[in-house]
């Protein structure tokens, strides 16, 4: 299959360019030619105006997805993400704005991904920001949270993105994916502390005082995702546990010099 993979440079194109790759597809370098197109280039935050969201990961998602129905692709993937399912910030409604968008689009098969916060050797943002925290033994006020998160391995999010391509049953669906179980966030901070060799210093704090402090609010809200049809109804299954994504994760960080 050939396909055209918007945002190739960044954490996840990186990791899904080179396993296209490895499975025998050819990587295009724009939508001409291509039998599917992965939209990734999206803002990836929610501290841009709502306006340059709006721009980018609206109008900008379904124009790539106009350009590739009038090159003849057969098949657009979006990446959107699992915020998109309560629309609670600005990001999250910019998301939902474009899956809407896409879903009115005739002549070329959708399939719509929502990942939660994806992790994996070239993490950045909130992820990193923790296991530098982790492996430096900052005390973090985590230990009383109770909130779940869904995950996902970047090379399991990999994974679903080309089942989806080559998968005709996927046309047309809406599709939760992650590791599998939902993880606590004292879970997540003591398995990374395991796997980075240094444990995870973690004290209980008001969660009331924790709004004050943005990453760490972020880090303890609850999000977890139902990924049951993307398992059932086209067969996929994770190749990563999550046991092992954390370890591969943590190798990356410590090799890159922590």
């Known amino acids: 299959m050939r396909v055209f993979v918007t ?20 990587v295009l370098a724009s939508s001409s030619g291509a039998d599917a197109v992965v939209h990734l280039a999206n803002i990836a935050h929610s501290r841009a105006a709502e306006s340059e969201l709006r721009r980018v990961n609206v109008d900008g998602t379904l ?35 474009a899956e809407q968008g896409l879903a009115q689009l005739r002549g070329i098969e959708v399939v ?10 070239g993490v950045k943002a909130n992820f990193l920001a923790l296991m530098r925290a982790i492996s430096r033994g900052v ?5 009383s ?11 399991n999010l990999v ?20 590791d599998g179980a939902s993880v606590s966030m004292p879970e997540l901070c003591r398995r990374l502390g395991e796997a980075l060799g240094r444990p995870a210093r973690l004290f209980p704090f008001p969660a009331a005082l924790l709004a004050r402090l943005p990453l760490l609010r972020r880090l303890a ?32 960080y410590r090799s890159a010099g922590g």
């Open 139 to 143: 005390p973090l006020p985590l230990a």
């Open 112 to 121: 719509i991904l929502r990942p939660p916060l994806v992790y994996g050797p």
């Open 63 to 97: 124009e790539r997805a106009r350009e590739a129905a009038a090159a003849g692709a057969r098949r657009f993937v979006y990446l959107s993400s699992a915020l998109a399912a309560g629309a609670a910030d600005r990001y999250g409604r910019s998301k939902l704005a």
């Open 221 to 252: 809200q609850s999000l977890e995702v139902d990924d049951s049809i993307l398992r059932e109804a086209l067969g996929w299954r994770a190749p990563f546990t999550f046991e092992e994504g954390i370890r591969r994760t943590a190798l990356w």
């Open 159 to 178: 994974d679903a993105v080309i089942r989806c391509l080559e998968v005709p049953q996927a046309a047309g669906k809406n599709l939760g994916v992650s």
């Open 145 to 155: 949270i109770d909130s779940r998160r869904s995950l996902v391995y970047v090379g």
């Open 7 to 26: 945002g190739a440079g960044g954490f996840i194109g990186r990791h899904l360019c080179t396993e296209l790759a490895a499975r025998g597809h050819a």
